[in-house]
């Protein structure tokens, strides 16, 4: 009897844990997908479609800044499609201001454990590879770093309201 008790509520937390992934890739992830058309696109694209299924895509175009725009609305994730880790780093590099505060996932196929190392030191949050890493897997990974940012921006201001809060007290105690 606690044995079933014990399926049985580790079955509604797991519930709990798909609701949730639900939410975020319906409803609270607003993902841009810049793509370099080499051999994986089709492959990263189908990938990407069963992980997040609504998101905006745009061709890489070397110093085009359209595809991280917030102009026709904003985003919180970055999915970098592609196998060439020098043109993804100088992306990175150029766009750095625009992508603060934004999750950066770099989305490869058939890559080896250098080439994924060097996305992660070009400043990709994390790397999915389309031919080791399942699509919910991804999504968790991704759920897991905005929550981690999402958590971080509170901080900031809470902690920038308590230095507003103590300036103001300072300045009627004076």
């Not at 061709?59 to 880790?85: A, H, K, M, Q, W």
Request: aromatic content about 10%; hydrophobic content about 40%.
């Amino acid at each position: 009897m606690n044995r079933l008790n014990g399926i049985q509520r580790l079955s509604a937390e797991s519930l709990d844990i798909y609701e949730e992934l639900e939410i975020f890739r319906t409803g609270l992830a607003s993902i841009r997908f810049v793509s370099i058309r080499d051999g994986g696109a089709d492959e990263r694209e189908a990938w990407l479609l069963e992980a997040f299924p609504d998101y905006r895509a745009f061709e890489y175009i070397e110093n085009e800044t359209s595809s991280i725009s917030t102009r026709e609305g904003d985003f919180n994730i970055l999915v970098f499609g592609g196998n060439d880790v020098a043109r993804m780093r100088r992306f990175l590099k150029q766009n750095h201001g625009l992508l603060i505060n934004r999750v950066k996932i770099c989305l490869m196929r058939g890559s080896d454990a250098r080439r994924r190392a060097s996305a992660l030191m070009a400043g990709f949050d994390d790397v999915f590879d389309t031919m080791k890493s399942q699509p919910l897997e991804g999504l968790a990974r991704a759920h897991s770093i905005w929550r981690r940012y999402q958590l971080s921006l509170s901080h900031v201001d809470q902690a920038q309201q308590l230095e507003a809060q103590l300036r103001d007290y300072c300045d009627v105690h004076r």
